[in-house]
């Protein structure tokens, strides 16, 4: 494996430095400061402490709410078109920030430079996919039964919308929401991981510039910083009609009863456990590409990260070969190096969980054909770079039905494609999935009722880089909920069935005769 970054790691105070200049260009200011609930910033690329930064605690967060309850009249009664605009100038705004918002991607989450500028891209495009949306918020028309009646569904702001995100996507996950939110009439408290702070000062930063450039009122975004405390207002209060959490299953199990308890609604987006099939006929060079990316990119921090490789056997030692081949040539380290391809994972229990993963594979009777092993660790001892990891398995044990958040790819061998569909559905999770396959009878299959259960199932593309024209999000354990695209802004808003009596007559529904 080359490892053309060893020993120029770049130092913590150089990233604190660049973190400082993104956060100025975006217009963030004060932010640092001390006390019982500061927040490190901290680097993944070094494992340092870059600077403190002040954060918040339950009662910011009933603030939040307050404040932005109090702006959601007037926002909701601004035509949608018109809260459109305010999406535009933050797309504006974030396209001139690019660059800036990348850099804090890549310092605080250790994502490649081109896949954090990626990240942004997907919050420009939200912004423009919303501003169109803002112009087509639709309801229908429905045929009544009675004469001179007309029967409509209409939809309608909720409320405030509390958003809590995962430190993986620190930025496109909040544009996802607030994005489709912000024109659907909703006001947003935002709740970003603890372990992103300065993703979210500057996002935030840009669209307070939005608000006050375009005149909307001052409350419909407010962000709280903090940990699980902080979130608590959002999950049990009655005044956030709509929770969009993003983390991990267990989170979620923690969450998503309390939110249920007081009849709020959730939109979880959880764990995926994500797998590809790869058939006899599939194109291996095509598929080894797509697999690469999927399983060692963002160094396997991706909620759509494939996990398992479920590949037929007479094709499984050439492309298990491949593999291990492409994975020796991977560039791991430096994040804002170009020649990098792997970066770090976010911290040591990130690095403990791959290990502990690995242990168990390997008792289970796994094999590790390919990396495994930490990185850098004489240049960075606290920074935790690891070498994707290959293994082998005998079958679809505990471990493998479980998701790690690293990069382990998971390889189980299948004769017949009943026998892979079987194996890919027997996961807890049910995020992403794809097939490899030149046989159109085995695509269709795949992404039929019976076939894949995931809210994602791509032919001949990896489970991972989904655009967001397509709703996003998974079932089964990764929680059901869909954001983005196509017709997902409907869960942030309510729904109205209105019957318009235009006669002069009041027939009742069903022939009912009352007198
Ligand atoms: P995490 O669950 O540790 O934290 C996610 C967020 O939830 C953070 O903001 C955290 O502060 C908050 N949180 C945690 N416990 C809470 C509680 N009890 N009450 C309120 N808030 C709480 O997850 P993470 O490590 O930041 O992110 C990785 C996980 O997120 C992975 O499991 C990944 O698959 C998942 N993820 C899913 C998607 C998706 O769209 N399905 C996208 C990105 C990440």
Known sequence: M???????????????????????????????????????????????????????????????????????????????????????????????HKQDLADLVTIEAGKIGSEALGEVQEMIDICDLAVGMSRQLEGRTLASERPGHKLLETWHPLGVVGVISAFNFPVAVWAWNTAVALVCGDTVVWKPSELTPLTALASTALLERAIADTGAPEGVHRLVLGGADA???????????????TGSERMGREIAPRIAARFGRAILELGGNNAAIVTPSADLDLAARGIVFSAAGTAGQRCTTMRRLIVHEDVADELVARLAKVYTGLNIGDPFSEETLVGPLVGERAHAAMRTAL?????????????????????????????????????????????????????LTYRAFDEALALHN??????????????????????????????????NIGTSGAEIGGAFGGEKTTGGGRESGSDAWRGYMRRATNTVNYSTELPLAQGVNFG
């Open 359 to 411: 242990e168990r594979a390997v008792a289970d009777g796994g094999e590790v054909v390919a990396g495994g092993g930490r990185r850098l660790a004489g240049a960075a001892q606290d920074a935790y770079y690891v070498e994707p990891a290959i293994v082998r398995m005998p079958g679809q044990t505990d471990v493998v039905k479980e998701e790690t958040f690293a990069p382990i790819l998971y390889v």
């Open 426 to 459: 027997d996961v807890p999770q049910g995020l992403s999935s794809s097939v490899f396959t030149t046989d159109q009878r085995e695509a269709d299959r795949f992404t039929a009722s019976a076939g894949s259960d995931c809210g994602i199932a791509n032919v």
């Open 2 to 96: 080359s490892d053309t970054s060893e020993n120029t790691l770049p130092g913590t105070a150089e990233l604190a430095e660049r973190a400082r200049r993104a956060l100025a260009a975006c217009g963030a200011a004060g932010y640092e400061g001390s006390g019982p609930n500061a927040l490190s910033a901290r680097s993944p690329i070094t494992g340092q402490d870059l600077f403190t930064v002040a954060g918040g605690t339950g009662s910011d967060a009933h603030e939040a709410i307050a404040a932005a309850g109090a702006a959601f009249p007037a926002w909701r009664d601004t035509p949608a078109p018109v809260r459109g605009a305010l999406v535009k100038r933050l797309g504006e705004l974030l396209t001139e």
């Open 231 to 245: 979130a608590a207002p959002l999950v049990d209060s009655p005044d956030v009609p709509l929770v969009s959490a």
